[in-house]
């Protein structure tokens, strides 16, 4: 019974949903700064796994589906300016939607999905880039999958100052977040390694400076061993 006060609305859980290793299939996040070599780090992990004869969905995030290809052209290519906080809600929209028809399917089919970026970069450039708060972003994230977490997340770490080296030998025009200041990305590289301190069992910290093979191969003895 009840005094007839109103009853507060419960809010919604954005604890982390846990699956038997067992019922599903292996999910990998690649994460770090622009020009870090992802791309080239989530193509290896592809071609290694295919080989083995592991069915692998390699996708990204913002533009992992159809809507999300939308969503990424205005959060990294709209001319005009973007709110912190609409940026981060569109992230999460882009996100909600990537896990609940791409990433959930595939790995209760039993697939490896290889993504490139996921929670960890939202936290990182929109919590401390934008300095929009941790927690806040996080809890965002968490909500919007669901509590869904990556069994390993590779951290490529480099100096922002060599990586902006790699993204102009590329000629390419930089997107809304990599055109950023020093700072910007200087906080987000300070962001990544807080994160993976919080978290040692989940983040492999990798020196991106290193060969792409030789990084390449750390990777594979980690999932080798995730993959039994």
């Known amino acids: 019974m009840t005094d007839g006060s109103p009853v507060p ?20 996040t690649l994460e ?3 020009g870090v070599g992802k791309t080239t780090q989530a193509a290896l992990l592809q071609e290694w796994l295919t080989d083995a004869g592991r ?3 390699r996708t990204r995030e913002p533009g992992g589906t159809e809507v999300g290809l939308l969503i990424r052209d205005i959060v990294l290519h709209h001319r005009g300016e973007v709110a912190p906080r609409a940026e981060a809600l569109l992230y999460a929209a882009d996100r909600a939607h990537h ?8 790995l209760a089919r039993g697939e490896v999905v290889i993504q490139d970026r996921y929670i960890d970069s939202s936290v990182a ?3 401390a880039g934008r300095v929009l708060g941790r927690d806040e972003v996080r809890e965002l994230s968490l909500w919007a999958t669901e509590g869904l977490l990556p069994d390993l997340t590779v951290l490529l770490d480099l100096d ?6 790699r993204l102009d030998a590329d000629d390419k025009p930089f997107d809304r977040l990599e055109a950023e200041k020093e700072s910007f990305h200087a906080r987000v590289r300070a962001e990544f ?11 492999l910290v990798l020196d991106a400076a290193i060969p ?12 080798a061993t995730l993959l039994g």
């Open 55 to 57: 069915t692998v969905v």
């Open 160 to 165: 922002p100052s060599v990586a902006r080296a």
């Open 125 to 127: 450039y929109q919590g």
């Open 32 to 34: 770090g700064g622009d």
């Open 99 to 106: 896990i609940a028809t791409v990433v959930r399917p595939a």
């Open 9 to 28: 609305a419960p809010r919604p859980s954005t604890e982390t949903v846990e699956e038997p290793r067992s019922s599903r299939g292996l999910f990998v």
């Open 212 to 223: 792409a093979a030789e990084l390449a191969a750390v990777v594979r003895d980690r999932i």
């Open 193 to 203: 390694l807080t994160l993976a301190a919080a978290e040692p069992d989940r983040f």
